[in-house]
C-alpha cells in the first residue's frame, strides 16, 4: 500500500508538470511563466530551511485546533495507516514524493501561477490570503485546515519576499520531510490529549524565530511581475 501510495503521489506530480507545459503551450504561454524568478541566493535558502523547521509548531498548533473542532474520521486515519511504508525501498519512495515532487509541483501550482496572478489585481497580501486558503481547500482535509492555510500562508510570504518559487519549494520540501519522518515514528491512532508545558515553550521559540528570520529574506534583484 505504501509504495503505490506514494509511487502514485509522485507520478501524478509528473503528470501535473506536463499537464500544465502542453496547455500552456497550447495557449502560446511559456512555461517559464510559473517559474521565472530570480534563482535564491544560499543566504535565502539556509532561511528557507530554517522556516520550514520553525513554521512546524505554530501550524501544528492549528491543525490540532482544526482537528479538535472537526475531528478526524476513523477511516482516514485506516487509510493513513495502511499507506505507512516500512521497507527501505518504499520509505525512499515516499520521502521523494513527499520531499521533492509534491512541494515543486504544489508550488509552481499554487505561488508560481496562482498566486502571482491573484498579485496583479489584488496586490501581495490578497494574493498570499488566497492562495493559502485554495491550498488549503484542495488538499481535502478540513479538519487540518487551519494547519494547512497556516502552511500556504507561510510559503505564500516566503515567494513574495524572495520572488522565487524554488525558495518556498526548498521550504515546503524540508517542511514535508520533518513532517513525515514525525508521521512515521508516532502512533498515527494516538488521541489528542493535552498540551505539555514544553509544547508551549517550543511554540513561543518557533514564533520568535519566524519573526526574526522572516524579515532577512531579501530579493535579489527587482523581478518582473
Known sequence: MGINLFAAVGLSSVVVVI??????RLQGIPFTVGTSGPIPSQHNLILAAILAAAGLAPTAFLADLSARIKGVPDIFLHSLADSMPTTAPDIIIAFLAVGVAVPFVEELLFRGFLQRALRRTWGSWPA????????????????????????????????????????????????????????????????????HWWEFVLLGVSIVVLVKVLPMLRKPYQVIK
Open 19 to 24: 499537464a500544465t507545459s502542453a496547455i500552456l
Open 128 to 195: 498570499i490570503i488566497i492562495s493559502a486558503l485554495v491550498f488549503g481547500i484542495v488538499h481535502l482535509e478540513p479538519w487540518y485546515l487551519f494547519g494547512l492555510v497556516g502552511v500556504g500562508v507561510l510559503l505564500g510570504y516566503i515567494y513574495e519576499k524572495t520572488g522565487s518559487i524554488l525558495a518556498s519549494t526548498v521550504t515546503h520540501g524540508v517542511y514535508n520531510t520533518i513532517s513525515f519522518t514525525i508521521m512515521l515514528n508516532s502512533d498515527i491512532y494516538a488521541p489528542a490529549g493535552q498540551y
